[in-house]
């Protein structure tokens, strides 16, 4: 299973941008929750959101009501929309799902 996540890039502050994870060898992307965490510099790796099976998502506190993940399973994708960018947002961002990591994508909010 590979996990391709990509739609990182420099922006300013109050922008937009999509992540994108694109799944591949794997049967059914329906059996698993889908998660994105990301990584800030010289900090552990937090979570940031969660997708469940039937859709639920979860987000931490910092990103409510900013940030939407969402699910393609047909075309075996999760999303992440960031909204309202804060520098603080800034960090590598991974998606995971399952047991399986995908490679971070670099996002830079500048002030």
């Known amino acids: 299973v590979q996990l391709q996540a990509s739609g990182g890039g420099l922006v300013q502050a109050g922008r937009s941008l999509r992540l994108s994870c694109i799944v591949s060898g794997i049967n059914r992307l329906s059996g698993y929750g889908m998660h994105w965490y990301r990584q800030q510099a010289d900090k552990e790796r937090e979570w940031v959101a969660s997708?469940?099976?039937?859709?639920?998502?979860t987000y931490v506190d910092a990103v409510k009501g900013r940030f939407t993940i969402s699910r393609d399973n047909a075309k075996k994708v999760a999303y992440l929309q960031m909204n309202s960018l804060r520098p603080e947002d800034t960090a590598v961002y991974f998606c995971k799902v399952g047991p399986w990591w995908g490679r971070g994508t670099l996002v830079t909010v500048s002030s």
């Open positions: 997708i469940a099976i039937e859709g639920t998502a």
